[in-house]
């Protein structure tokens, strides 16, 4: 059974700071993303990584960095947090072969004061 | 790239009637289309998905349509029960490789016992 993590379900920070979040997949799988979701906007994808410290951005990569030093291990970052940045983060991880089912984590509650 | 709409926002239904969320998308190119549910407070989960090559793809009592002339498909679920009560977002992606997925906004169906 396919199992995806996300370090926090719930988080507060302040404006400015700098925001780690992790996500940890179990299945050896090769692609992994982030998106985040907001009401009336569906799910949004921020960055995808296909390999080992490769990444690709998505269709809202501004404010977002990411790191992928491991294969389970897909991590994202915002360098300098700010309020517009308040979501739910959604991890997801895929095989990597042609239109594979991807597997969301659990997601992570952010909020930016 | 591509752009999915998704409709409508909102579905309320009879239990036991049917529903229909429908979806369009831009990109000539995209030949997967999957669709996710999720429901209150849970992580989002592959229900059914359809390919190119096929117009109808069945699954109990869940079906999705797709039409490549007019890019659109559609999801149909028939004899609905109030655990059909969820968020539903469609998705659509060309194949390079890498499985990045587009997804509309979502539709909130809500099955009245």
């Known amino acids: 059974d396919v199992k995806v993590t996300q370090s926090s379900r719930y988080l507060v920070k302040r404006t400015g700071e700098k925001v780690f979040l992790e996500c940890v997949q179990d299945m050896d799988h090769e692609n992994m993303f982030w998106y985040r979701q907001d009401p009336g906007l569906g799910l949004r994808l921020i960055y995808f990584s296909y390999d080992v410290k490769m990444k690709e951005k998505g269709d809202i990569p501004e404010g977002y960095s990411v790191s992928r030093e491991k294969k389970e291990r897909f991590s994202l970052i915002l360098e300098s947090a700010s309020t517009n940045q308040t979501s739910m983060y959604l991890c997801?991880?895929?095989?990597?072969?042609?239109?594979?089912?991807?597997?969301f984590g659990p997601g992570t509650r952010l909020l930016v004061l | 790239g591509e752009n999915v709409e998704q409709h409508p926002s909102t579905l309320s239904v009879q239990e036991g009637d049917s529903a229909v969320i429908k979806c369009t998308y831009s990109?000539?190119?995209?030949?997967?289309f999957p669709w996710y549910k999720q429901e209150l407070g849970k992580r989002p989960q592959l229900i059914i998905d359809i390919r190119s090559n096929v117009g109808e793809k069945k699954d109990q009592r869940i079906a999705v349509t797709l039409n490549k002339t007019a890019k659109h498909f559609s999801l149909h679920i028939t004899e609905t029960q109030p655990e059909d009560s969820a968020v539903y977002f469609c998705a659509a992606s060309a194949y390079f490789g890498n499985e990045k997925l587009t997804f509309g906004t979502g539709t909130r169906l809500t099955i009245i016992p």
């Open positions: 997801a991880s895929g095989t990597g072969r042609a239109q594979e089912t991807q597997y």
């Open positions: 990109d000539s190119a995209s030949n997967y």
